[in-house]
């Protein structure tokens, strides 16, 4: 069976509406009656199967024909997934469903899931979004992981290669945007701020006052490491030396006072500047791992009968 991520493999299935099914696919789509399978009595609409395959089938650029085990194989997984939840006494209340509403409204309305989100029945866009968080809360409390120091340590030496880096700097920076088009007053500005640094002055605490970048002014302007690129800003700061200010520097931006405050040369990371990136590779490998042995577990326990194995084709009729 395929590996597939509980939620990941609820939104598969619910999110049918996000792409629409194109008019080919109509006239060999299954009737609303006809039922593709049954999990523990529950009945599977081949519609719904049909469409998740049409899915699959575009990505994969294939024909819903070589796609329908698949689709249908998911299918009663998170059929099987939520029976496990609902008997575990798992519930999803209006709050987290209306929570999950706004995260996607986030993602802004050009994400395929806000697309969704504007496309499809509010109470059916309830209704799958709730099956997916009860999906999500039944793997979270079933799967554990606990990974060690030493299972780090033993990944940051295998994989050393992944680990390698070019040479970076870091610095923070000063930027004094164009206003109106007035380039001359931009300038003027950002030179009378440089005498300033020049005189003495801390950058930081300059950057903090008087820096237009929003994001970068209340950590003093910092940067963050980042490697050499052909920017104005990133070729400047790999001229200096640690300590040094730049002169005035124009961008697309606007004008800039760069300072670097680190250097880092090339070569592999140290381990406790990677260890939580490792931590969390492995805990999902852990997590995958142990969410296909419970989904095995629990469709071996479940009663499954498949009646539709092929597109359009009824278990027990004539092909």
Do not use: C
């Not at 939104?11 to 593709?36: D, N, R, T, Y």
């Amino acid at each position: 069976m395929n590996r597939v991520k509980g939620r990941m493999l609820a939104v598969m299935f619910s999110l049918l509406s996000v792409w629409g099914v194109s008019s080919l696919a109509f006239a060999e789509a299954p009737g609303k009656e006809q039922i593709a399978a049954r999990v523990n009595g529950k009945a599977l609409p081949a519609a719904k199967v049909y469409q998740l395959a049409e899915q699959i089938a575009k990505g994969a650029q294939t024909t819903v024909e070589a796609t329908w085990s698949d689709a249908l194989e998911q299918a009663i997984t998170t059929e099987v997934l939520v029976q496990a939840a609902t008997a575990q006494g798992l519930r999803v209340s209006e709050r987290e469903v209306e929570e999950e509403i706004k995260e996607i409204r986030s993602y802004g309305p050009n994400h395929p899931m806000s697309e969704w989100l504007g496309k499809t029945d509010p109470a059916e866009v309830r209704r799958e979004l709730r099956q997916s968080l009860l999906i999500e809360k039944f793997l979270d409390q079933r799967i554990k992981t606990r990974v060690t120091a030493a299972q780090v340590e033993q990944y940051y030496q295998e994989h050393a290669e992944q680990f390698e880096r070019p040479p970076m700097v870091r610095a923070s920076h000063i930027l004094i945007r164009i206003q109106g088009g007035d380039r001359d007053a931009a300038r003027r500005r950002a030179e009378e701020i440089l005498q300033r640094v020049r005189k003495g002055e801390d950058f930081a605490q300059l950057a903090k006052q008087y820096s237009q970048d929003s994001y970068t002014a209340p950590k003093g302007g910092d940067l963050e490491f980042f490697p050499e690129r052909p920017t104005p800003v990133a070729q400047a700061a790999f001229r200096l030396e640690v300590g040094q200010v730049s002169d005035v520097i124009e961008s697309p931006y606007g004008f800039h006072l760069i300072k670097v405050t680190d250097r880092r040369p090339a070569g592999r990371a140290p381990l406790q500047e990677v260890a939580e990136e490792i931590r969390s590779i492995l805990e999902d490998e852990q997590r995958e791992e142990a969410e296909e042995l419970l989904i095995e577990e629990l469709r071996a326990k479940a009663k499954i009968e498949v009646l539709m194995p092929r597109v359009g084709h009824v278990q027990g009729t004539r092909p």
